[in-house]
């Protein structure tokens, strides 16, 4: 089945640890979004990739880095400059022009 | 002003009644349009897309006005299933991205 694939479900982040956030997926998309959603707050864009070896900043940027080395991938890294991180972390991918984007399931990411 | 601004709600309706939500948008240059759901620790999922001329999926129809930046989402025969955050998003391409921006969604209880 197509479908966008998110891991770990649950990461806990030690104190100036940087973590990475799996993402993957098999639709073919050439777009990869990750954003941030907090309680009661609207889903926040971190960063954005349409292409492979590309990729821009997001509303909210700072502390996180990402990568797009194949298609199918876009993983998220939570640097230790990160210093409330603690959120529910959704990836997402869609085709260009105006269709909608699609979701993973999501990683909740807690601070130890 | 936020670009996209929803009543957080909760709308709390008995089974059965027909519900609205209305959503707005400040930026002009959106050319898409989407509503999706939220259950409760979940990701978003999406309900349907906007058309100018509106369009409807069985108990739900979406509205689209232009001239007073808001969207609408109905919903006929509330079914207790229909429970969840119904989110509101608005899109534009920029640089060949679809850059999209959440509404913080709206709470629907369908009660028995």
């Known amino acids: 089945d197509g479908g966008i694939t998110q891991s770990p479900k649950y990461l806990f982040r030690k104190e100036g640890q940087n973590v990475t956030l799996s993402c993957e997926q098999n639709l073919n998309h050439d777009a990869m979004y990750w954003y941030r959603q907090d309680p009661g707050q609207g889903l926040r864009l971190i960063y954005y990739?349409?292409?492979?070896?590309?990729?821009q900043k997001g509303d909210i940027a700072e502390g996180y880095s990402v990568s797009r080395e194949k298609k199918e991938s876009f993983p998220l890294t939570v640097t230790s400059a990160q210093k409330n991180p603690t959120a529910f972390y959704l990836c997402?991918?869609?085709?260009?022009?105006?269709?909608?984007?699609?979701f993973g399931d999501g990683t909740r990411l807690s601070i130890l | 002003r936020k670009e996209v601004e929803q009543d957080p709600g909760p709308f709390n309706v008995p089974e059965g009644a027909t519900v609205a939500f209305n959503c707005t948008y400040s930026?002009?240059?959106?050319?898409?349009f989407f509503w999706y759901r939220q259950d409760c620790r979940k990701e978003p999922k999406l309900l349907m897309s906007?058309?100018?001329s509106g369009n409807e999926d069985g108990r739900f129809t979406a509205q689209l006005n232009r001239a007073s930046q808001y969207i609408s989402l109905l919903i006929r025969d509330s079914k207790l299933s229909d429970s969840a955050t119904y989110l509101c998003?608005?899109?534009?391409?920029?640089?060949?991205?679809?850059?999209?921006?959440f509404g913080i969604g709206t709470k629907l209880q369908v009660i028995p």
């Open positions: 998003v608005s899109g534009f391409h920029s640089g060949g991205y679809q850059k999209v921006t």
């Open positions: 906007v058309y100018s």
């Open positions: 930026n002009s240059a959106s050319q898409s």
């Open positions: 990739s349409q292409i492979v070896n590309d990729f």
């Open positions: 997402a991918s869609g085709r260009a022009s105006n269709q909608p984007q699609h």
